[in-house]
């Protein structure tokens, strides 16, 4: 008894996922020492990300026009370092299931196929079988006139 294939491509992406956590904690690691990662990847996004959740809780609470003092550059870079790190578990999570999609698709779109070409051989299958029942019924429409054209035998009494 089969109870179906082992989910092999779905577990392998588990995996991946689990395994995009420890790149990511290794990459904000990274991040933080890395001069260039700090001034250039982890800063910029930081200081957006503050600026853009500050101007929205003060439009929230009312405060219009204030001026918003940007993050001190150990926080940016820890805030940028997390934003990064999240924003890579987020592109590996999104590419598993970009990934999944389309096996799924694939499988689906392979069993239409097989359905479709089955109809075509089912279809094909009926034409032969309505030809031949036409053969054998012109057939046996020809015994029948051969026999009633038979003489027929004299009875004996």
């Given at each position: 008894?089969?109870?179906?294939?082992?989910?092999?491509?779905?577990?392998?992406?588990?995996?991946?996922?689990q395994l995009s956590k420890?790149?990511?904690?290794?990459?904000?690691?990274?991040?933080?020492?890395?001069?260039?990662?700090?001034?250039?990847?982890?800063?910029?996004?930081?200081?957006?990300?503050?600026?853009?959740?500050?101007?929205?809780?003060?439009?929230?609470?009312?405060?219009?026009g204030s001026t918003i003092?940007?993050?001190?550059?150990?926080?940016?870079?820890?805030?940028?370092?997390?934003?990064?790190?999240?924003?890579?578990?987020?592109?590996?999570?999104?590419?598993?299931?970009?990934?999944?999609?389309?096996?799924?698709?694939?499988?689906?779109?392979?069993?239409?196929?097989?359905?479709?070409?089955?109809?075509?051989?089912?279809?094909?299958?009926?034409?032969?079988?309505?030809?031949?029942?036409?053969?054998?019924?012109?057939?046996?429409?020809?015994?029948?006139?051969?026999?009633?054209?038979?003489?027929?035998?004299?009875?004996?009494?």
């Amino acid at each position: 008894m089969v109870v179906g294939a082992f989910p092999i491509a779905k577990l392998l992406y588990v995996g991946i996922r689990q395994l995009s956590k420890p790149v990511a904690n290794r990459i904000k690691a990274g991040a933080r020492q890395s001069e260039f990662f700090k001034n250039y990847i982890c800063l910029p996004p930081a200081q957006a990300y503050h600026w853009i959740e500050m101007r929205t809780k003060m439009r929230i609470m009312g405060f219009r026009g204030s001026t918003i003092k940007p993050l001190n550059e150990d926080a940016a870079a820890e805030l940028g370092a997390e934003l990064l790190g999240e924003a890579i578990i987020f592109i590996i999570g999104g590419g598993c299931m970009v990934l999944e999609y389309t096996r799924q698709a694939a499988n689906s779109r392979r069993k239409e196929e097989e359905l479709a070409e089955n109809i075509n051989n089912l279809q094909t299958q009926l034409g032969e079988l309505a030809l031949a029942t036409e053969t054998l019924d012109a057939q046996i429409r020809e015994i029948n006139r051969l026999l009633l054209s038979l003489p027929t035998a004299p009875s004996s009494k």
